[in-house]
């Protein structure tokens, strides 16, 4: 039986009525590579069935870091909060028993009036030798207030270690709410007080993998495989998952067990070795503008990528072949163009078919966009399939996609116009397994740095094909790996460390996205 992921269902569930654009019961299903299986999330939560939570390996664990904010009072000494001393239904069990023994003796209290002008009615006082917070769940969810009905702000990962700034109750949780940022807010439920410093602030959580990819990824062999919850169960207990051919799973720890090889994927769960294939990513990226080239204000630029495996060039614009040929995504410069535009020239005699390059272009920024003041935003021109990022009205890098194969308002079109990034998630199962119309069935598990414009519909890495240049995906923006985890860190909202998503804020707005 096929089984989308919990971790992909879960958070549709939760963030979707948080976009501004999100889709309604009256949606229809789009089971694309680009949507959640969230339909399912909602029948098996009404069964009662358990939906299990991922847990990240002990190497991303490691690199979690905490969000640090301009906020002096703490470290200078101007803020002594009193000692823990709440009732139970103020402290929660998990705040109360992190001031044990091992907790330093706390300083006397100090007046609300004598803390400074952040604090405000309703703040509860903190032991003095909190530090910071450890996360106790994968993907805990983060609120832009001190309650459960406030607006989504994100996730923080599991022992992820946050910097702590204030407490206060708020509906929806039986201790309070901890303050871990700007707009940011955890119940303490799901979080133990720490005497240590936060980490560092500008550690990303995945690091950045010189190939782009978080993980190693394996495909399912012809034979299929299963995956199971326990090393000691492999090949003899009941399995937790079947997994088809075709199917990807990111492994994350290698051991050898009875003699064999044995992976343990981003799920925690088990795959004989035997039956996977190593994913072979491209290593393509992009180019960082203006670099060596002069660029103009608008119109096409002096430079383009070579499509095909084997492109012939030719002395004059339909000419004699001088014998040489281009490599598949070899950067050529654009030195002219032939009167009819179906040639340009690459060198001296040397020409190129204009059907054998993508070439990007310059375009002015949507109204959307403050250009007067640098706003980033990305342009995503379908018929030449590129991307250009832009400060304004400069252009900063300009890379190779694939996008939809679909016509427009279809399922597997990347819808045209103009929108904004409403949620950043460092990675997230896609598949097609609800829908029972599909040909064939595909589940890519942990997808690296997707970033959601139109509901399900973003940009992402594909570790599966390196087909950028030629319309290829179900509706979403394919990008090489290094280009995907470029333009997350380099797109609003930033995602802070130690967390696992982002939602924007009315002081830092999602990246405008203009598909056309």
Known sequence: MKSASPTARRWLLFFLTS????????????????VFEHRKLRNDASAGRAVEKHQPPSVVLAALAALSITAHAHAEGSVTPSPLTQSPAVASASSASSASSSAPSASAATPFNALGPWVVSGDVPLPSWA???????????????????AKKRGSAGREARLPVYAARQGPGCDGRYINVGPFAWICDGALELSGNDPIAAGLHTLGDPKNGLP???YFVGPDGSQAYKKLESVDIGEPAMQLDPGFAVAII????????LYGRTS????????????????LFTGETLPGVHTLPTSGALPFAWVLPEHARTFKSPGGVYTGQSKSRFDLVRVLAE??????????????IAAKDVRRPSVVDPPPEVKADIGEKWIDIDLPSQTLVAYEGKKPIFATLVSTGKGKQKTANATPVGTHRIWIKLLATDMDNLEDENASRYY???????????SKGVGLHAA?????????RSHGCVNLAPLDAQRLFWWTGPRLPAGWTAVMPTPTELGTVIRVR
């Open 338 to 351: 032939s009167p009819d535009k179906r040639f340009l020239r690459i060198g001296d005699s040397q020409w």
């Open 19 to 34: 976009s501004p654009d999100h889709a309604s019961e009256r949606d229809p299903e789009r089971n694309i590579l680009c």
């Open 267 to 282: 799920h925690n769960l088990w795959v004989p070795m035997r039956d996977l294939g190593p994913s072979r990513p491209s």
């Open 463 to 471: 570790y599966w094909h390196r087909s950028f240049g030629n319309v």
């Open 253 to 260: 720890e290698e051991k050898n067990f009875d003699g064999g």
């Open 443 to 453: 589940r890519m598990e942990s997808v690296p740095y997707p970033q959601f414009f």
């Open 131 to 149: 530090k910071s917070v450890r996360v106790l769940r994968a993907d805990e969810p983060v609120f832009a207030g001190p309650s459960k009905n």
């Open 215 to 217: 993980y190693r990824y």
